[in-house]
C-alpha cells in the first residue's frame, strides 16, 4: 500500500510538472504564429527527467526510488508526449519528423547514462 501512495503522490508531483515545464518553454521557442516547428519543450521535459533518473536509480532504493522514479520522473518525462508532438509535427516537414524521432531518445539516454555514471561514482 505505501508503493502505491509513493507512487501515486509522485506521479501528483511530476505531472504538473511536465505540464509547466513545457508550456513554458514551448511558449518562448514558439514562432510568430505561435506554432513550434520543433517540440522544444517536450525535449526539454524529457532530458531532465532523463538526467533526474540517472542518480535516482543509482543512488534510490524501496519506497522512495518508487516516489522519485516511477512516481516523479515516470510523470514528468512522457512517451506519449513525444508521440503527440511528433505526429503532430509531420505535416509540417519529414525533416523536422525525423530530427525529433532521433533527437529525443538519444538526449534522453545520454542524460540518463551520464547522471547515471556521475552518481555512481560519486556514491562509491
Do not use: H, Q
Not at 525535449?43 to 522512495?64: E, F, K, R
Amino acid at each position: 500500500m505505501i508503493a502505491i501512495l509513493a507512487v501515486t503522490l509522485g506521479a501528483a508531483i511530476g505531472a504538473p510538472m511536465r505540464y509547466l515545464m513545457d508550456r513554458w518553454v514551448t511558449v518562448r521557442t514558439s514562432g510568430p504564429s505561435g506554432s513550434a516547428a520543433f517540440p522544444w519543450g517536450l525535449l526539454t521535459v524529457n532530458v531532465i527527467g532523463s538526467a533526474i533518473a540517472g542518480p535516482v536509480l543509482s543512488l534510490t532504493s524501496g519506497d522512495l526510488r518508487l516516489f522519485l522514479l516511477v512516481g516523479i520522473c515516470g510523470a514528468f518525462t512522457t512517451f506519449s508526449g513525444f508521440a503527440w508532438e511528433v505526429n503532430g509535427l509531420r505535416p509540417i516537414t519529414r525533416m523536422v519528423f525525423w530530427s525529433a524521432l532521433i533527437v529525443m531518445p538519444v538526449a534522453c539516454t545520454g542524460a540518463f547514462l551520464i547522471t547515471y555514471n556521475m552518481a555512481n561514482w560519486i556514491g562509491k
